[in-house]
């Protein structure tokens, strides 16, 4: 499977009577956007503005990031099972309006959505700080049920994001990157003496707005199974995830996954990269064990020499993280792991939930209990006193001058179990 | 110049060995013993103005007194920096080292520096407190151990940034504490995974603890036959506490005779535990320790017997070092007593 990946680098997003794509700036037509994304009756209202790099500017609370993208050449559509149909996308080629995210925020609707700032201190925890964001600002109606709200809201970035996507559909792109991936057999037989390496790409799917789907699908409801890197590109991957900000994957993550771009770049040098193994993480222990019997079973039948885990969330998927590693392990295939900490607000406390002695090579993303101020900043998208309730904050955690003293577990993407940021931690 | 107070213990003030342990606190002007190699680490930034030196044994009896006077002496003092031992292997001499640092750095707010094997048992009790310089276990690493303990006290008194374990020789404390790296996360795990593959060294971000996974054993058979104990770390203990376990961090466990004893009450024990709201465990100590169920069981033929001692600690922050300790030394007992299962409970 072979994606050409065309990224478009955009410098910046303004409304204007027409969405297009002009010297770099990304142009949008407000009203024609609004009428795009409109029409579900759960939503109260649904309103956009623009937020950039280096502004005094705050979303809160964050509930997903996607980044523009349009298929160009080859089958499917973006977004399979959600806004396209379920064809079988990752390759031909993808055009990318880089250095943009749609954000969606409103009221909150569980306890664990993100906080971005444009600048300040907590810019430095977010990657979402870079980029030129399209905020979708969704208020549902009185007394919508949780899980529909989540819906809803999802499903306005979604369509967002493939609206915005359309508008790079036919300008050339400033890069193209090709990723290519063949069938296991031939792909073997390419780089024969070289190690073979598998991602073993673990999925949240703790239910209760805990969830994200592939294809559509839950999950929560798949068994372990095969996933080409590329179809991963293409939004085969997204996030209904109300969990902990810091160290969920948004779909713009999943779309960027950060772990294959690396493989990839070493892949035909030092690694021959098979492809991902995707895995869930859901509560009960028999499906723990299944989950990671299947992944440990699957890795070994498609011959890898090695393989990097990586985690989405804490506590409970720490179990299945270590189940993974354990199992694989113990089949002689060696591994990396890729988690973050909860050590405290002191970083005294122990860091992860379970342990296993062969896990001896962790990258972490940093202590997610480490607080943060944030300063007030000039303009709020959304709603400040969510800082008092999302995880990470607590009561009093917004001050009177607008600040906010919390920690960083409620900046999104403050500590990527993807390794998409630059955060870390030592021991002193 | 940084002025500087010592402490060492009377074999190192050259006052005697085990049969001088027992003096009492007392203070000299300037540097006594190995404090001059100090002086000398120090190159002029920094210098011993007093020495405090104590037993041992006097320190270890008489802790809570002599921590005071002490303190009191290192205060008249007005020191920039405290340093004390290094103690290598030497146990008490290490606990007192630690104590007194720790207690000097919360009262004075000074920086302190002390020094000593990674297995003294000064250094569980007090690194996440303090920065303990590791050392041989012997004098023989004196010379090693002071330029160490000499640059790191500088660092902290002028306020300079602390560096790692490795960088600055200190046993970790245990402290994660966040940075950004120079790589993004994912691109680290790459490497590291290449590294791992090609049997090179690489360096684990993240230490897994070890966790010491006992195997349960079989079912007992015929529970109304069997002798059963019961153990808690919930800190149920006679009234008034007469071991004096601590409310946190306990250091030892005690073990109580409960022949006759058919309910807890609220006038015969209590909690010592000081984690959790104490005041169901007082109204009726049976919540946390069921003595009065195992009682009726007992009477109804449904267990064997109840085992005549119980066995107290209390689980708040307890070191996993000393707990794991306690339980060796409670099990050994009562499988010499013949008991055959054990109820444990927390809180």
Known sequence: ?428 | MFKVVHYLNQFFANIGGEEKAHIPPEVREGFVGPGMAFNNAFKGEAQIVATVICGDSYFAENTQDALKQIIEMVKKYNPDIFIAGPAFNAGRYGTACATIAKAVKDELGIPVVTGMYIENPGVDLYKKDIYIISTKDNAAGMREAVPKMAALALKLAKGEEIGTPDQEGYIERGIRKNYFASERGSKRAVDMLIKKIKGEPFETEFKMPIFDRVAPNPAIKDITKAKIALVTSGGIVPKGNPDRIESSSASKFGKYDIEGVYDLTSETFETAHGGYDPVYANQDPDRVLPVDVLRELEKEGKIGSLHRYYYATVGNGTSVKNAAKFGQEIAKELIADGVQAVILTST
């Open chain 1, 1 to 428: 499977m072979r994606l050409e990946l065309g990224k478009i680098y955009i410098k910046d997003v303004q409304f204007g009577p027409q969405t297009k794509v002009e010297n770099g700036v990304l142009y949008i037509n407000k009203e024609e956007l609004l009428k795009e994304v409109g029409g579900d009756e759960r939503l109260k209202s649904i309103d956009v503005e623009l937020a950039h790099p280096g502004e005094e500017v705050r979303i809160i609370p964050v509930k997903d990031v996607i980044e523009p993208r349009v298929k160009v050449e080859g089958p499917g559509g973006i977004f399979p099972g959600f806004i396209s149909k379920v064809d079988t996308v990752g390759s031909g080629r993808t055009h990318v309006l880089k250095g943009t995210a749609v954000v969606t925020t409103g009221k909150i609707v569980g306890f664990q959505e993100g906080i971005i700032d444009m600048s300040g201190e907590g810019a430095k925890y977010t990657p979402f700080s870079k980029t030129h964001n399209i905020v979708m600002i969704c208020e549902p109606v009185d007394n919508l049920p949780q899980h529909e709200h989540e819906e809803a809201v999802r499903m306005v970035g979604l369509k967002a994001a493939a609206y915005l996507g359309k508008a790079g559909k036919d300008v050339t792109p400033d890069e193209i990157k090709v990723y290519e991936t063949l069938p296991l057999l031939q792909q073997v037989a390419q780089y024969p003496n070289l190690p073979k390496v598998i991602y073993v790409y673990m999925l949240q799917s703790q239910g209760l707005l805990h969830d994200t789907y592939v294809y559509g699908v839950d999950a929560k409801k798949i068994i372990p199974t095969f996933i080409y890197p590329t179809e991963v590109f293409d939004g085969a991957i997204i996030s209904g995830n109300c969990v902990s900000a810091c160290d969920k994957n948004p779909t713009y993550v999943h779309m960027n996954n950060p772990i294959i771009e690396d493989l990839y770049e070493r892949h035909g040098k030092d690694i021959n990269f098979l492809g991902c193994v995707i895995t869930n993480e859901n509560v009960y222990l028999a499906d723990k064990e299944r989950s990671s019997n299947y992944t440990a079973k699957l890795v070994e039948f498609l011959g890898a020499d090695a393989v990097i885990i990586s985690e989405e969330g804490f506590g409970n998927p720490d179990a299945d993280l270590v189940m993974n590693c354990y199992k694989i392990e113990e089949k002689g295939i060696k591994t990396v792991l890729v988690t973050d900490e909860y050590a405290g607000r002191d970083g005294s406390s122990q860091s992860l939930a379970d342990s296993t002695p062969k896990a001896d090579a962790v990258v972490t993303a940093g202590n997610a209990n480490e607080i943060i101020v944030l300063p007030p900043m000039k303009k709020v998208i959304g709603h400040p006193e969510a800082a008092d309730v999302i995880a990470g904050g607590f009561a009093g955690s917004l001050r009177p001058d607008g600040s906010i003293e919390a920690e960083i577990q409620v900046i999104t993407g403050a500590t990527s179990e993807v390794g998409f940021g630059y955060l870390s931690a030592k021991t002193y």
